[in-house]
């Protein structure tokens, strides 16, 4: 599997670039893809397998509109766990970035969005990635786990030595439920969060001291 991060948007979010073309089907996902669209595509070796949502904040689904007009054969993935009306997701999506909305270019891009075609439960598998239900920062915050490459993309659940906020629509009680059992992982387990530095499952077991 083959990882590249490009950060995009007001606030710097990290969209990834994943590959794993080892299996019978080749995947090849862009994971939050918050802003910028041309900048990401531009970024691609190939089409996109997968649009991965791990929840639907603004600065995590910015560029979705853009790039599914882009790859209109790549399927949008997103959790299974909140409804996802297009007027639901945009809702959520304001809902994170409060009165910047209307002073922002993000609300064009934000409405009329396409919806996921791909629906994920708790355990289902995409590619490589086994899916983790993880409410707290959203109802339908998702991570992906991947036990073969110890790789998790975390989404806003897992930061480095933080966690998501959860006062726009979350739960603090979920949260910590979460992160309780992203921590059983694999230590060896490299992370990769929506926002800064990679960091390992390990190195975040000990900061939080489980």
Same mark, same amino acid.
């Given at each position: 599997?083959?990882?590249?991060?490009?950060?995009? $948007?007001?606030?710097?979010?990290?969209?990834?670039?994943?590959?794993?073309?080892? $299996?019978?089907?080749?995947?090849?996902?862009?994971?939050?893809?918050?802003?910028?669209?041309?900048?990401?595509?531009?970024?691609?070796?190939?089409?996109?397998? #997968?649009?991965?949502?791990? =929840?639907? =904040?603004?600065?995590?689904?910015?560029?979705? $509109?853009?790039? #599914?007009?882009?790859?209109?054969?790549?399927?949008?993935?997103?959790?299974?766990?909140?409804?996802?009306?297009?007027?639901?997701?945009?809702?959520?999506?304001?809902?994170?970035?409060?009165?910047?909305?209307?002073?922002?270019?993000?609300?064009?891009?934000?409405?009329?969005?396409?919806?996921?075609?791909?629906?994920?439960?708790?355990?289902?598998?995409?590619?490589?990635?086994?899916?983790? #239900?993880?409410?707290?920062?959203?109802?339908?915050?998702?991570?992906?786990? @991947?036990?073969?490459?110890?790789?998790?993309?975390?989404?806003?659940?897992?930061?480095? =030595?933080?966690?998501?906020?959860?006062?726009?629509?979350? @739960?603090?009680?979920?949260?910590?439920?979460?992160?309780?059992?992203?921590?059983?992982?694999?230590?060896?387990?490299?992370?990769?969060? $929506? #926002?800064?530095?990679?960091?390992?499952?390990?190195?975040?077991?000990?900061?939080?001291?489980?």
């Amino acid at each position: 599997m083959t990882v590249r991060c490009v950060r995009v $948007g007001l606030i710097q979010t990290n969209c990834y670039i994943v590959e794993d073309l080892t $299996g019978d089907k080749p995947f090849s996902a862009i994971i939050d893809p918050g802003d910028d669209a041309q900048f990401i595509a531009g970024a691609l070796d190939r089409s996109p397998t #997968h649009i991965i949502l791990t =929840h639907f =904040h603004f600065d995590h689904i910015g560029a979705l $509109g853009a790039l #599914h007009a882009l790859f209109p054969e790549a399927g949008i993935a997103a959790g299974d766990h909140e409804d996802t009306d297009p007027e639901h997701i945009e809702g959520i999506a304001r809902s994170a970035l409060g009165s910047f909305f209307d002073r922002s270019g993000l609300k064009d891009a934000i409405s009329g969005l396409p919806v996921p075609t791909v629906l994920l439960k708790d355990g289902d598998t995409i590619g490589p990635f086994t899916v983790m #239900h993880t409410p707290g920062h959203t109802d339908g915050s998702i991570c992906l786990y @991947s036990r073969k490459d110890n790789i998790l993309f975390s989404g806003d659940t897992l930061f480095r =030595h933080s966690y998501g906020r959860t006062d726009l629509g979350g @739960s603090e009680a979920q949260i910590m439920q979460s992160l309780r059992r992203l921590l059983h992982l694999d230590p060896q387990t490299t992370v990769y969060p $929506g #926002h800064d530095e990679p960091t390992t499952v390990g190195d975040e077991k000990s900061y939080f001291g489980y």
